[in-house]
């Protein structure tokens, strides 16, 4: 602790930049040689469903139950619900799957659940599919052959089987655009493999129909006038801005591998959040003012120190988890007070310590580090094993689907990290900034001596 002034001035700097992320909801700094925005992030508290209120859906794969889903299909199928998700505006999505075909959805602030979900389940599976000369109607249904194996001429109710020629995996981009008489329409860049597909396809049916088909369902039948060879098209319709927007979100995210069914859903309302996190924030007062008072009464002068250490503490967790950031539920809050009690655990740890040696005669700079190199290896131990079971909870959360656990398990591996800090950092430091200049015989009370 040589350099304790420069670990003050770290300590110092780490505290106003915590608190001017802590105390604030978005953060933003201007270059101040071009007038232009050089940071600007958005620092506000992530709250979960438990806590904001919105939806929770139970998704399962809809195929029959002899069927088997892979693992990979459903993590594929979850990762594009995410993404459509995320690209509708739906904050804060958290997404797990569950066993091996459910997947465990919530979506804390939605106002419209109807619509996200529906919007979710879809396939969204592109086709271009080959007409011939025969154009499709407009939003008739019509059957392919894509995914069907030695598929007859017609279907059992005399329908023909139209050939899909290619599906929207060859999609590179997918972007809302307007067409050449000013309506809604989605431009479309393939990647180099289906450009060639294509390319060869639009040379050879010059003058025929290719319906452009979504689920099945036929948004347009355009005419191939002429070779199409770069690899660019557009998808024409009657479409909407939000129609359009959202089937070009649909096809950028990809189409999901498996298809999704709603199996439950629940809407948890914004009043019983509110009151969630009123009394969950009146606990985390009242245990870390208990605490706060513990430590000074009891161990007296160094306990103060470690109050501001504790203070620390908070401020810098805090701090992680609007950066990072974090979501919280209720139990993530839970992980993050237990994590209190970490921290003053090895304070406490150091001041037995402390006590010890200084009873054995050391002067004080000598009894602090003595105190906190003996005390080391059962705060590592310690911490180390919480951090394994911090992991252990995230793997099982991950796994089973069990967001509660795994908000918990966050909450208390971050708050853990900090305390090791607060404690190897902080602490020491403070006790050597105050307690150097002390004659410990003209003061043995200030110390529960």
């Not at 569950?98 to 959805?105: E, L, M, P, Q, T």
């Not at 439950?264 to 009151?275: A, C, D, F, Y």
């Not at 160094?302 to 620390?312: H, T």
């Not at 839970?334 to 090895?346: H, R």
Request: with cysteine; net charge negative.
């Amino acid at each position: 602790m040589r350099n304790k002034n420069i670990w003050l001035v770290v300590i110092f700097i780490l505290v106003a930049f915590s608190l001017l992320v802590d105390l604030k909801k978005n953060i933003l700094i201007y270059n101040p040689f071009t007038d232009q925005p050089l940071i600007e992030r958005d620092v506000d508290v992530k709250l979960g469903l438990d806590l904001r209120g919105g939806l929770q859906a139970l998704l399962e794969a809809d195929v029959p139950v002899e069927t088997t889903v892979t693992a990979e299909d459903l993590l594929n199928a979850k990762n594009i619900l995410q993404n459509r998700a995320n690209a509708l505006g739906v904050s804060e999505v958290v997404m797990q799957t569950a066993g091996d075909r459910r997947i465990v959805a919530e979506f804390p602030g939605v106002t419209n659940p109807e619509e996200v979900v529906a919007a979710l389940k879809q396939t969204a599976l592109l086709e271009f599919v080959d007409m011939g000369t025969t154009p499709a109607e407009e939003g008739s249904l019509i059957q392919t052959d894509f995914g069907i194996e030695n598929a007859a001429a017609t279907t059992e109710s005399g329908e023909p089987i139209y050939h899909t020629v290619m599906t929207g995996a060859g999609l590179n981009t997918a972007s809302v655009t307007r067409s050449q008489t000013g309506e809604f329409a989605i431009s479309f860049v393939l990647n180099s493999d289906t450009t060639n597909i294509f390319a060869e396809y639009t040379t050879s049916h010059q003058q025929q129909y290719l319906a452009i088909v979504l689920d099945k369902l036929v948004i347009s039948t355009p005419i191939i006038q002429n070779p199409i060879t770069d690899g660019q098209g557009q998808i024409s319709g009657n479409f909407t801005q939000e129609s359009a927007q959202t089937l070009a979100v649909q096809l950028r995210s990809g189409a999901l591998p498996i298809p999704i069914k709603v199996v439950e859903s629940r809407t948890v309302g914004p009043t019983l959040g509110e009151e969630s996190l009123r009394k969950s924030v009146l606990a985390g007062i009242i245990g870390l003012s208990v605490v706060v008072l513990f430590m000074g009464l009891y161990y007296r002068l160094p306990g103060v120190i470690a109050d501001l250490a504790l203070i620390c503490y908070a401020i810098f967790t805090l701090m992680l988890f609007k950066l990072i950031p974090v979501v919280l539920t209720l139990p993530g809050i839970a992980g993050f007070i237990l994590s209190v009690g970490m921290a003053v655990d090895a304070n406490v740890l150091i001041f037995e310590r402390l006590k010890e040696e200084l009873r054995h005669g050391r002067n004080l700079r000598q009894a602090i580090d003595l105190a906190w190199s003996r005390a080391w290896p059962s705060i590592r131990d310690s911490n180390t094993s919480t951090l394994i079971t911090c992991l252990i909870l995230f793997l099982f959360g991950n796994t089973f689907g069990a967001s509660i656990v795994k908000g918990f398990s966050i909450t208390l591996a971050l708050g853990v990290g900090v305390s090791l800090f607060t404690a190897i950092i902080v602490t020491r430091t403070f006790l050597h900034t105050v307690l150097d200049r002390i004659n410990l015989a003209d003061h043995p009370r200030w110390f529960g001596l």
